[in-house]
């Protein structure tokens, strides 16, 4: 167990000591930033308190800054901090009845002026009331609500959409995010029609932006399995190989990978036929391969390179976060 010490006061006191353990299975930016929540449900960091800045806290903690930025957007995503461009980042209240009562204040304004229309267009009492007790069912009724996993690769997509089917007992559909333009307003569409919308905090903001404000959207923490950084972490190649992915999803792939504390670097491979990639892949000892290619690519390599599939994980906290929400919504999916 390693101990760190976090500074967060204004006067650059002490708050808490920050424990983080390379041989915990959940990964270090996630025991950073439960931690940081903790300290904000606590009262220890207030609305507006100053947190500080990610090379500065990687120093301070002896992580790699890579560390800091995931656990600080899993905080955003959440609600827990704020950050602004060139300001830095601050604490955010999380006290749900202060939220709930402000949401209850909204919507009974916005329910005053629905109420107001319904009386100039002549409805009744009785009437007005059977509408709302309508909406309300539709939309938490015994009919099963539609949900749809977002991810950028089918294997991550399929594997995640099937582990929350197990947790929530509700049909999933995948979506994979496209490469082409065209594509992505079919993915659109099937985002607008879903009542429940789940994807990772990678692409988070960039579903939100798709979406309308009132739609339902939830995003969970999504990182490399233990066993997979296990097994990279005791290799010493620097340089591992990674085909079948887009660059920029590479480039996601190695900050959580050094993120978790593995010091590799992620080389993107793109071929045009099986042939192509045999040539590209010559000379790497380890290449790390989406699971439904590992037999494929096996017949191209000698035996002496190492084949690592690439394994992705919901976080546990993070699904069962959903189940609570989820069951407040609806009154179901188990979320004891």
């Known amino acids: 167990m ?40 606590a009262g220890e960091l207030n609305e507006g308190d100053p947190l500080p800045g990610r090379q500065a806290l990687a120093r301070q903690l002896g992580v790699n800054v890579n ?5 600080f957007r899993v905080l955003e995503n959440e ?8 300001v830095g ?14 949401f209850l204040n909204e919507l009974r304004n916005q329910l005053t002026d629905v109420k107001r ?11 007005f009331l059977r509408l709302v007790e309508e909406c309300f069912h539709s939309e938490t009724g015994s009919s099963e609500p539609t949900a749809v996993f977002v991810e950028c690769h089918w294997a ?3 594997a995640g959409a099937a582990e929350l089917e197990r947790a929530l007992g509700i049909a999933v559909e995948r979506v994979v995010i496209p490469d082409g333009k065209k594509l992505m307003q079919e993915v659109i569409e099937k985002i607008r029609a879903a009542d429940i919308v789940i994807t990772t905090h990678a ?3 960039e579903i939100r932006d798709m979406m309308s404000p009132n739609k339902l959207i939830f995003p969970l923490d999504q990182h490399s399995s233990y066993e997979m950084i296990r097994k990279l972490a005791s290799m010493k190649d620097t340089l591992i190989a990674v085909p079948f992915l887009k660059s920029s999803t590479v480039k996601r792939l190695g900050l ?25 892949i010559k000379g790497y000892s380890t290449l790390l391969l989406p699971p439904n290619h590992v037999e494929e690519v096996r017949g191209l390599v000698a035996g002496d390179v190492t084949i690592v599939p690439i394994e992705a994980v919901l976080g546990e906290r993070s699904v069962q976060y959903l189940k609570e929400k989820l069951s407040k919504i609806y009154g179901r999916f188990g979320a004891a």
């Open 79 to 86: 609600g827990f901090i704020h950050s602004k461009r060139g």
């Open 117 to 127: 229309k319904a009386i100039n267009h002549g409805l009744s009492r009785d009437e």
């Open 203 to 205: 692409h988070f903001n």
């Open 2 to 41: 390693k101990q760190r010490f976090m500074f967060l006061s204004k006067q650059g006191d002490i708050i808490r000591t920050i424990q983080i353990s390379d041989e915990n299975k959940i990964p270090i930016y996630l025991q950073i930033a439960e931690q940081i929540k903790a300290m904000i449900g």
């Open 256 to 280: 959580s990978i050094k993120a978790a504390g593995c010091q590799v670097n992620l080389v993107p491979v793109h071929h045009k036929s099986m042939d192509d990639l045999a040539k590209k």
């Open 89 to 102: 980042s601050f604490a955010l209240k999380r006290s749900e009845h202060e939220n709930k009562t402000g």
């Open 156 to 158: 991550w997509t399929d």
């Open 67 to 71: 560390t800091i930025g995931y656990a």
